[in-house]
Each structure stands twice: as structure tokens, then as C-alpha cells.
């Protein structure tokens, strides 16, 4: 990933170490929002167990099946939306080929989403 | 689906007690088996958490709340498949109004899956 | 729907003749509606390649994309409503195995109209 | 993606002209393909017509309807890979504000791709 362009030992304008570079993720600032949504989404499934062990009507399971997977979809977005802000801006930043792969990656992530 | 439960003196023609009377619902007797997926669902959201622990790559945790998101989907039209089965399908045997409240209630509850 | 209850000379009371039966499907008594909305889904197709030829910018064109979908899966959820009210509850009051046969289509059907 | 026009007199590092810039979109260089597709879509949206004016069964119906909304995301997709690819990946290169604008944007419109 760390592509030093130049051997040389004064880092020319062109060379870009991005966060990426290092190993820091786009989504990792936001991490324990993240945690803290993925633990609410984890109570709302044993909600749902919870349910159908007492026997509670199909359709307000349904309703409750939509406001999880609506919480998924949500939390996707807001790695995919910091994705595309370090990680594929980075690479755009950087030149070279890696661009393409990463953006042929993100929208096969989002086709991926589509189609659930 | 037409269930006279008891032998009783002659139920009248319009008289059908359902499954759904007695406040059994259509997927009662698939209980066991939803305990099962939601609780795999419950391991695949503690699986997500992990991934946002340990900085695993954005896309990869992308694919794996798309496999989740998936599954719901999936729970959620088993589920929806036995309630036409028996509740919708109980409305009609008894006849009068309440098919038309079943189905609308039904519909409303496909386009919130589908607005997710 | 039509249920031809008793009374009547000579049908047994297991004989039901209901619209299905007669090739009349549940969205047929909507069918100018339903004409008049796919041609404006048909506009907003149209529309789409008139933004494209004018080269118009890409996240303008996604957003009328999303209108046109939403329209498409509007049109779905009506004739699914329908179906559901008609043929599905037609083969619940026939009684016998149709009603799982008629069932597992629709689901099928849900199920595409998700993974879309 | 870089590309500092021609003639000019020693632009600044800072000053990066983009095809973006010359109203040139990402998607214009796809434009007969999109054209293609798009006319692709509007003759099913036809047939759709022509499958409600003669009464075909209600779950064909459907399956066409999906099949349709499948070829508008899949549209959108290939839309919305090129933005990213151009539009995105120039504002990131030119640096300042303008990806953060560019990436919120785009998420939006994949949450609305979603939310259909």
C-alpha cells in the first residue's frame, strides 16, 4: 500500500502517506459510535427472540424484523460513507491504478447491499 | 384450515374457529426453528462488533452486514409466507371484512421491508 | 370473491366459482389505473434518456432513478395487494391444497421483489 | 485524473482543471451504452403495459416488474461507479472542502437507492 515513489530521502510532493497507509481505517474515529450502535441492533434481534418465544402476531415482528435491518442498512452507510471519504479519496489522492480497484470495490459493496 | 375443534352441536355454516382464534399464529409451530436463526443473526451482529474491535477492513465488514441484513430478509419472509398460510388464508375461509383489513395489514408490512 | 354461498339450486357446498376461476385475475378491475401509472413510469424512463443525452449531472440522473424504481416497486405492491385479495383468498375459501401452491408463489414473488 | 489542461503558464501545484470542471461527467464517455440500456428498460415498461391490457396472470406481472427494477439499479450502479471514479476521486485530488461535500452527496444517493 505504501508506495514510496522517489528512492529519495526528502520525501518529494508527490509522495502522500495517508491514514490509510497506516493501517487506520476510514470508520476508525467513529468506532465506539459504532460499537454502540451494533450493540443496540444486537438487542433489538433478542427483542425479536424474545417475540416469537411469546408468541407475539407475525406482523408486529415484521415490523420490528424492518426497524433492524433499517438499523443495518444505516449503520452501512455511515462505514461506507467514511470509506469513500479516506480510504477511495486516499487512493484518488495517491494516483496510480489503485483508484480503479477501489472504487470497482465500493460498488460491488453497494451492489452487494442492493440486493439484500 | 377449517378447524371445528370440538364436536360440538352443529356449528352453524358461518361458524369456522380458526387456529388464529385461539390465538395461535402461523408460525408457532416453526418456533423452534426461528429461535435458531435469530439466534445465528444474534451471533452474526457479535461478529460485526468484533470486526469494528479489531479495525478490520471497511469492506469486509461491509459483506458481513449484508449477509445479516440477508438473513433477515429471510426470517422475515418465512415468517410473512405462514401468516398468508394460515392467518390471511383464515380470514378468507371466514369470510366478511376482515380479509381486506388482513391483506392491507400484510401489504403495509411487504413495503416496509422493501423500504429498508 | 364471488362465492356462490347456498341456496342456489344444486351446487354442493364444496363448489366454489370464484373470478380466478373464470380468468379474471384480482387487478383487473384496476386496470386503467394501473395502465395510467406504468405510462408515467414510461415518461420517467424516457425523461432518464433525455438527461443523459443533455449530460446532465450523474447524481441528478440517480436521484430520478430512484423515482422511477419506487414507482415500479408502487405498481408491485398494488398488484400484489390485489392478488393477494383475490386469487390467493380464492383458493384459501376453495379450500384443498391450491392455498400452499398459491402461497409459496407470492413469497416467491416478495422474495424477487427484495432481492431487487 | 490530473490533467492540467495545455498552454497555460505554469499553473500552481494547487491549481488542478479537471474534467469535472469542463462539465464533462463521469458516465459521458458510457453515454450510447446508458442510451442502449435505457431504451432496454422503456421497451419492458412497454411490455408491462401490454401485459396488463391482456390479462396476464398477476405473478408474471411481478416477475417482469422485478426484472425491470433490477435493470434501473443495475443502471444506477454503473452511474453512480463512474461518478465515483471521476467526480469523486477529482474533488479528492483537488483537496480542500469539496470531497466531503462529494462524498456526502453520493451517499445520499445510495441511501436512496436503498430506501426503493
Chains 1, 2, 3, 4 share one sequence.
Do not use: N
Request: hydrophobic residues 35%; glycine residues 6%.
Amino acid at each position: 500500500m505504501t508506495t514510496t515513489e522517489t528512492g529519495a530521502d526528502t520525501p518529494s510532493s508527490t509522495e502522500v502517506v495517508t491514514d490509510h497507509d497506516r493501517g487506520i481505517h476510514g470508520y476508525h474515529h467513529q468506532k465506539q459510535e459504532h460499537l454502540k450502535r451494533l450493540r443496540r441492533i444486537e438487542g433489538q434481534i433478542r427483542g425479536l427472540q424474545r417475540m416469537v418465544d411469546e408468541d407475539v402476531y407475525c406482523i408486529d415482528i415484521l415490523t420490528q424484523v424492518s426497524a433492524s435491518t433499517k438499523a443495518l442498512q444505516s449503520f452501512a452507510l455511515q462505514l461506507l460513507e467514511e470509506h469513500l471519504r479516506h480510504c477511495v479519496a486516499d487512493a484518488a489522492v495517491k494516483g496510480g491504478d489503485e483508484i480503479d480497484a477501489k472504487v470497482k470495490e465500493a460498488t460491488q459493496a453497494i451492489a452487494r447491499m442492493l440486493r439484500t
